[in-house]
């Protein structure tokens, strides 16, 4: 949705113990673009490098003088094709990026720019589903809230503008759920929610769609019932045809043998 979508979120300024250097946080989401900006313009004499990594390792140079301005591939190739420099500012972009590409650039002119890049993988939809243990009653709809694969997120329900729960986890948890109880006839409009600090997912319950209540009360015809019954019905139809056509050919070739009889 957002690839190649610039994005730079919360940018935090740290200023570091001596005030010269400062650290900028840049939070981006794997597969976006995200530009390290130098503020500056460049000089007509300008050489400089941008380093990645505790090793500090050179990614791209630019050499004003000459009108230089050339990338490489970094540790392991893993900036190959992915950056480019801004013939102004010297400023560099890193596009499609991915977790390989987390951690720390820096680039020296006149002061030395130093980042922290922090890449969070994308945020799934939540999905929203009846909970199917919970025993169904006929006033209240039982409903969860569910998201896969993620890390440092918070889950949560809200009706209109206020919450109304919700959870968090920083470890990578492979189903997170929140449960919620509706009451059938309830107009208020509900949302599940799953967010990092800098960018959110939002599912609306849709009453229709998720809170039907059952005729009986007692018993909900699920997607699976309905797909078992679809198969039925249709192995009964194929049933019948089958018995007509066995009932009908015999008496078919007889009439026909009937109206031929010198055929054979
Ligand atoms: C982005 O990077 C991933 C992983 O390296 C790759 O599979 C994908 O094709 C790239 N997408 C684009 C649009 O370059
Ligand atoms: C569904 O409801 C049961 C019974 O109340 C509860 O124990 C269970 O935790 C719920 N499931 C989820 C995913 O919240
Ligand atoms: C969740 O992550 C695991 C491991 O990375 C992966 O194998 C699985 O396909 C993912 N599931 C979904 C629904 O994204
Ligand atoms: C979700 O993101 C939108 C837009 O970024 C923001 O306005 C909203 O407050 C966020 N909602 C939550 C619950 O974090
Ligand atoms: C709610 O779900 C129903 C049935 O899937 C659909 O027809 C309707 O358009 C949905 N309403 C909204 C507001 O999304």
Redesign the pocket.
């Known amino acids: 949705m957002l690839h190649s979508f610039v994005v730079c979120c919360l940018c935090f300024w740290h200023l570091a113990v001596f005030g010269v250097d400062a650290v900028k946080t840049v939070s981006v989401m794997e597969g976006d673009s995200v530009t390290l900006q130098t503020d500056t313009e460049l000089q007509t004499d300008d050489v400089l490098t941008w380093q990645f990594g505790d090793e500090k390792t050179p990614i791209a140079t630019i050499n004003s003088g000459t009108g230089s301005f050339s990338t490489s591939g970094g540790p392991n190739g893993r900036f190959r094709d992915r950056l480019k420099l801004d013939h102004q500012t010297g400023s560099l972009t890193i596009t499609n990026i991915t977790s390989q590409h987390a951690g720390r650039y820096q680039v020296r002119t006149k002061i030395i720019y130093r980042f922290s890049v922090t890449v969070y993988a994308r945020l799934s939809v939540p999905v929203i589903s009846r909970?199917?243990?919970?025993?169904s009653s006929s006033s209240y709809c039982?409903l969860?809230c569910?998201v896969v694969n993620v890390s440092h997120v918070t889950l949560s329900w809200y009706k209109g503008n206020s919450l109304l729960s919700i959870i968090s986890v920083s470890d990578l948890s492979i189903?997170l759920?929140?449960?919620l109880e509706v009451e059938y006839q309830e107009k208020n409009s509900y949302s599940c929610v799953v967010a990092y600090p800098f960018t959110n997912q939002t599912t609306h319950l849709n009453n229709t769609q998720h809170c039907q209540p059952c005729s009986e009360s007692v018993h909900c015809c699920g997607v699976t019932e309905a797909v078992i019954r679809l198969v039925i019905s249709a192995l009964v139809g194929v049933a019948t045809v089958a018995v007509l056509v066995y009932d009908i050919r015999p008496r078919k070739d007889e009439q026909q043998r009937r109206s031929n009889p010198h055929t054979n």
Do not use: A, F, K
């Open positions: 909970n199917s243990s919970q025993s039982s969860v569910s189903t759920s929140l449960p």
